[in-house]
């Protein structure tokens, strides 16, 4: 009787987990999802790109846009473990955020008559496998890696500005809110108390990171 009742209590717990992450896989995916906000894109002039520039703009968003859906299992993945009633507020604030971010990139890519990376499931399960186990140690390391993946990100939207074609103003615009927003969402990480991560990890982090922009530019 009480393996019964105690087998019930798992599945339901169970239940529960699968819910959440049912709940955090549809966010991921934007697919007839609208943003809270409008794209930074919306009233600029869409001037005719060489095939060339159009390309590379194409390959630069997809990159974002796999960043983005990473970035819905970074938040996402500790805002379904979190216990503290702030961090999850904080946790879910940002992640609605990433989620216009993940949109306006989708946008942009279909303008760009091109396709988000085939990829994006993988990336999507590994980075909420590591966003979930960073959340294992504490806050402050689960925040310190919010942090430092902010950080990351800034200077790789840094790289995009300097590459991405002047034309190509509708890209800019995007990549330009997104980093100031990411700017903000590695402040707040860091008040909330994010500790720095070791060296040996955050270099790991920028390896996992060039692999995975590589692969998405291309695929
Ligand atoms: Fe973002
Ligand atoms: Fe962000």
């Known amino acids: ?53 159009r390309r590379h703009s194409a390959g630069l968003m997809r990159v974002n846009h796999t960043g983005e859906v990473c970035a819905q299992a970074v938040y996402l993945g500790p805002a379904m473990v979190a216990r503290d009633p702030t961090l999850e507020r904080f946790l879910r604030g940002a992640s609605a955020e990433e989620h216009d971010h993940l949109i306006w990139c989708a946008q942009r890519l279909e303008e760009l008559e091109s396709r988000p990376s085939v990829l994006d499931p993988a ?19 689960s925040l310190g890696f919010v942090e430092e993946t902010e950080r990351q990100v800034c200077a790789h939207l840094d790289g995009h500005l300097t590459d991405l074609s002047e034309e190509d103003v509708r890209s800019r615009a995007i990549v330009a809110a997104m ?20 060296l040996p990890i955050r270099r790991v982090m920028v390896l996992q990171a060039r692999v995975m922009t590589t692969l998405a530019y291309w695929i």
């Open 1 to 53: 009787m009480s393996e019964t009742h105690a087998g019930a209590r798992r599945y339901s717990a169970l239940d529960r987990l699968i819910g959440r992450f049912d709940r955090v896989v549809r966010a991921a995916v934007p697919a007839g999802q609208a943003a809270a906000r409008p794209s930074p894109a919306t009233d600029l002039p869409d001037p005719p790109l060489t095939a060339r520039e």
């Open 123 to 141: 990336w999507f399960a590994g980075s909420i496998a590591i966003a979930l186990a960073a959340a294992a140690f504490g806050d402050a390391v």
């Open 179 to 198: 980093r100031s927003d990411e700017a903000r969402h590695a402040a707040n990480a860091r008040e909330q108390g994010g500790r720095e991560l070791p």
